[in-house]
């Protein structure tokens, strides 16, 4: 059992940067994938951002390339997803999340947050 709690999130203007940060607990978040989702109002969830469970494998999506970057300290049981050069259209609830599987689906993740607000402004 994993448990995710984000934190991070806030108004920013567009440009800007925030860094999100998402503490685990339990024993096994070192062996799971982590994810970053986002969800715009009436949008669906997509995804973001995902790293394995080493951090040798991380992935982003084409909207937020060169923007957006995954990372993870297992040390600490902490994923984190920097983000800069921010643009209204990131405005969204963001949510990570743990899996078994390394991916891009949101089906593939097992465990979620209940999400951080981000809002930027133009």
């Known amino acids: 059992q994993v448990q995710l709690v984000e934190s991070g999130g806030g108004l920013v203007q567009a440009g800007g940067s925030l860094r999100l940060s998402c503490a685990a607990s339990?024993?096994?978040?070192?062996?799971?994938?982590m994810g970053w989702f986002r969800q715009a109002p009436g949008k669906e969830r997509e995804f973001a951002a995902a790293?394995?469970?080493?951090?040798?494998?991380?992935y982003t999506a084409d909207s937020v390339k060169g923007r957006f970057t995954i990372s993870r300290d297992n040390a600490k049981n902490t994923v984190y997803l920097q983000m800069n050069s921010l643009k209204p259209e990131d405005t969204a609830v963001y949510y990570c999340a743990a899996g078994a599987i390394y991916g891009l689906r949101a089906g593939q993740y097992d465990y979620w947050g209940q999400g951080t607000q981000v809002t930027v402004s133009s």
């Open positions: 790293i394995s469970w080493s951090g040798g494998l991380t």
């Open positions: 339990g024993r096994t978040f070192s062996s799971n994938a």
